[in-house]
């Protein structure tokens, strides 16, 4: 004891092109900027895969040689491996080689890293088993292990969740939900029977996601012997140091030059020189250890930003306002059996776009501001209603269609056709 | 400390921006106990001068001189205006008439005592270095505008040479925006170290609810249109034929939209008859130059404000609209870009790109709301406090660097 749980979120979007109203009816390939931007979904991803995912996986892979102990866990959003396959199979097979060590657990999420539990269980369930699906396929393994996107999560979500079939599931080790408790045990989630729940050492996790190269930071530099000091002094007061964040963690947010992959290289050994010390996945975690106490989240929390709430997708009137429109076509859009129609109603769905939308402290040039592809949460709101109202155009021209009797597609005006 | 400041005729008296500018610095300044002599242009045989009103029992002396000089004067406007006249002190050319109010500002520099010289856009630099070379004091010259904002690529000569040798003599430069800034070291040469950006503001209780007045306006509101709003001289440098082309573009996908063209000027004419041309003539209005509760009041009518400026120093105005609870569209080609965030932005050509973001603000409500708010909120810090805080700062630095030398 300690045990130290890796968890590395593995997404990127499919980010919206500028698009206009003279767009709307003209133009359907939503996702599709050729252009030098950082709107271009293609560029983007091959310029962070060369620059985090391809090195760290390759630092991981010779890490996983060289301590047969460490372990590790990837959550995937479905949308990332879509695009993996288009437009980088060879990082695909990058992350397969990974998995393959036997020593890596991959997490469920939903399928379009979407925020579909705030407003339908029933499109989540969808897209939970589709990315069921798909890890079955790339991976040849079922997760036994839920994290929710942005690691969004309450009592209601860890029900459902447990009706599902898995045995554990992620949250933010948020303070106001912990109280004096300490994250660094296993929790049982209030209203459930066996589910446990791990909660995010945001302190630690973040002083490597986010500190780690600042220098106004007290304990800059920040090194692999430092950091493993702080884990094993939670020896005799804790059982499991859950470390929680984002893979572009690794050389996207944190760049080379800040030192962040000679960290990685030297932390696993660091760690390991405490001979207590050891490394588990979120599986193995819940499996060695009992839950210390029942945890009630009524509330929803999230990993983002200081407040740790929904503030980032729903905090002002234009995210509301896309979020509500857009699920408003949701049973109109799921029964038009129309699967391009569906595909692209989805990729609506994934929470980036909410994200770039959002006006909390935009004008103080922070973390919002540096992860939004779009010169300001005003454009980005544009462009997806313009985007929604095409959409719109589309199920109005399949109803005419069905009603002129040349479409073998059912049930348009709504009513479950599941 | 004491400045000498070369000035101009503040608001009601005058017709644009230096105005405000002027008014709202040196009222600020003023609050912040700066003792200045503000000296302006001015045309004794009409009423007593609005700054007396202004800085009754403040610390600020005025110093008036009989001059046919106005902010924006072009060798051809300063041609009608002293044409009309038989008065015999004004001279009969504008450079010529800068320069005599240059001597007079020598004169003055010669009679009174001061610190540091701060001379409002070009046609006062003349005066900033008159006074410079009579008392030795450190000049301040504040670009409000270049040559190239007012005439594009068509520049007066010699109104640039003059701007060139006010910035070059001047111990410092303020930039009214960092977009002037680049003007002014690409075009004028002049070293980035001696350009200090401070932007323009606004005062927030200027603009306290007022009763609404009854413009008409209200009753196309009430038939369901929307107003679309451009306040400013209408004139090359503002882009209200841009404004025309993208309102043709919104009227074909929403015809329930009144454009507002609130301000007067040389391209009076020629916008009106480009309305009638793009047969969009009867859903653009005409209103005139407005001013106080009659601006007011069409501001908070208004659905949305557009700045469509080819090229804006800075750009008071939208600070106005976003005061009075306005959301605003901005021409990137602007100072203002950089000071509001929450707003809307475009480049002044890209026609198409301001007509989707004008139909964005009237389709979705939550985006007007949005932007109304935010914005509302956010012009609150931009204030002539803030302003005069930084001219202060940059005063206590020449003064130093002056009794360094000493």
């Known amino acids: 004891m300690p045990s130290v749980c890796f968890y ?102 939903t399928y379009y890293h979407s925020l579909s539990f705030l407003y339908s269980p029933q499109e989540f369930i969808s897209q939970v088993k589709m990315h069921r699906q798909k890890i079955k396929k790339i991976f040849g393994i079922t997760p036994k292990v839920f994290r929710n996107t942005e690691l969004i999560y309450n009592n209601d979500l860890a029900k459902v969740i447990e009706k599902l079939g898995y045995k554990g599931i992620l949250a933010e080790g948020a303070d106001h939900v912990l109280g004096w408790q300490s994250p660094n045990f296993v929790y049982q989630p209030k209203g459930v029977k066996k589910l446990k729940l791990l909660c995010k050492n945001y302190q630690l996790s973040d002083d490597i996601a986010f500190r780690f190269s600042s220098k106004e930071w007290g304990e800059y530099p920040l090194t692999a012997p430092k950091f493993a000091q702080w884990v094993s002094a939670i020896n005799g007061n804790g059982e499991v140091v859950n470390l929680f964040m984002d893979y572009e963690t690794f050389g996207e947010h944190q760049w080379e030059d800040t030192g962040i992959f000679k960290f990685l290289t030297s932390l696993p050994g660091e760690i390991l020189k405490h001979p207590d010390n050891n490394f588990v996945t979120p599986l193995e975690a819940i499996a060695k250890y009992q839950a210390v106490a029942e945890l009630n989240v009524p509330q929803f929390i999230s990993w983002a930003d200081i407040e740790r709430d929904l503030s980032a997708w729903r905090s002002n009137p234009i995210q509301e306002d896309a979020l509500e429109k857009l699920y408003s076509l949701e049973k109109t859009v799921i029964n038009s059996g129309d699967d391009k129609l569906i595909e692209d109603w ?73 | 400390m004491k400045i000498l400041m070369f000035g101009w005729e503040f608001p009601p008296y005058n017709s644009g921006g230096l105005g405000v500018a002027c008014l709202g610095l040196t009222r600020a300044l003023a609050s912040k106990d700066v003792e200045l002599i503000f000296v302006l242009p001015y045309k004794m045989d009409l009423t007593i001068p609005n700054l007396r009103l202004v800085f009754a029992n403040s610390r600020v002396k005025l110093r008036p001189v009989d001059s ?12 009608q205006l002293f044409s009309g006249l038989s008065s015999k002190i004004y001279a009969n050319g504008l450079l010529a008439e800068v320069n005599r109010y240059a001597l007079e500002g020598g004169m003055i520099a010669g009679k009174e005592s001061f610190d540091i010289i701060h001379a409002h856009d070009w046609l006062s630099f003349g005066a900033g270095l008159a006074a410079k070379k009579v008392s030795g004091k450190p000049l301040i010259v504040h670009v409000h505008a270049t040559e190239f904002d007012r005439s594009g690529e068509n520049i007066n000569q010699l109104v640039y040479n003059l701007e060139k040798e006010g910035m070059e003599e001047a111990d410092e430069v303020i930039a009214v925006s960092q977009y002037t800034k680049d003007i002014i070291v690409e075009r004028y040469g002049i070293s980035p170290d001696k350009i200090e950006v401070v932007w323009n503001g606004i005062d927030p209780e200027d603009y306290q609810p007022v009763q609404p007045e009854d413009n008409g ?103 106005e609209a976003a005061v009075n609870g306005t959301p605003v569209l901005i021409s990137k080609q602007s100072g203002v870009s950089e000071a509001l965030t929450h707003a809307l932005k475009v480049d002044f050509w890209d026609i198409d790109e301001m007509a989707d973001k004008i139909l964005a603000v009237l389709n979705n409500p939550s985006l007007y709301g949005c932007l109304k708010e935010n914005g509302q909120r956010e012009v609150q810090k931009l204030s002539w406090k803030e302003a005069a805080r930084k001219c202060i700062s940059i005063y206590h630095k020449l003064f130093s660097r002056g009794e360094d030398n000493a």
Request: proline share 4%; aromatic share 14%; net charge positive.
């Open chain 1, 8 to 109: 590395f979120q593995v997404h990127q979007p499919f980010r919206i092109k500028k698009y206009r109203i003279f767009d709307i009816g003209q133009d359907h390939q939503y996702f599709e900027d050729h252009s030098e931007s950082n709107l271009n979904n293609k560029k983007i991803f091959q310029k962070v895969a060369k620059k985090c995912y391809l090195p760290a996986n390759e630092v991981f892979y010779e890490l996983l040689q060289k301590y047969p102990q460490l372990k590790l866990s990837f959550s995937f959003s479905g949308i990332f491996l879509d695009a993996c396959e288009t437009f980088y199979p060879e990082l695909l097979h990058s992350f397969q080689k990974l998995v393959k060590t036997g020593k890596v657990e991959v997490l469920s999420e």
């Open chain 2, 68 to 79: 046919l000089l106005i902010p924006y004067s072009t060798v051809t406007s300063y041609q």
């Open chain 1, 346 to 418: 989805r990729r609506l769905t994934t929470s980036d776009h909410f994200y770039y939308m959002c006006t909390k402290w935009w004008n103080d040039g922070d973390v919002h501001k540096y992860f939004n592809p779009y010169s300001s949460p005003y454009e980005a709101f544009i462009s997806f209603m313009n985007v929604l109202s095409d959409l719109r155009l589309r199920i109005d021209s399949l109803k005419k269609d069905y009603k002129k009797g040349n479409s073998k597609t059912i049930n348009l005006e709504g009513g479950c056709g599941l």
């Open chain 2, 217 to 319: 306006l209200s009753h196309w509101k009430a038939l369901g249109y929307k107003i679309v709003l451009f306040v400013g001289r209408i004139t090359m440098q503002k882009g209200p034929d841009y404004f025309l082309q993208a309102a043709k573009k919104v009227l074909s996908y929403n015809p329930q939209v009144i454009f507002v063209i609130a301000g007067s000027g040389d391209m009076e004419n020629q916008i009106i008859s480009q309305a009638a041309s793009l047969g969009i003539s009867d859903k653009v209005l005409f209103a005139g130059f407005l001013r106080g509760n009659e601006l007011n009041t069409v501001y908070r009518i208004a659905d949305l404000f557009v700045l469509p400026s080819v090229s804006e120093p800075f750009g008071i105005v939208p600070l």
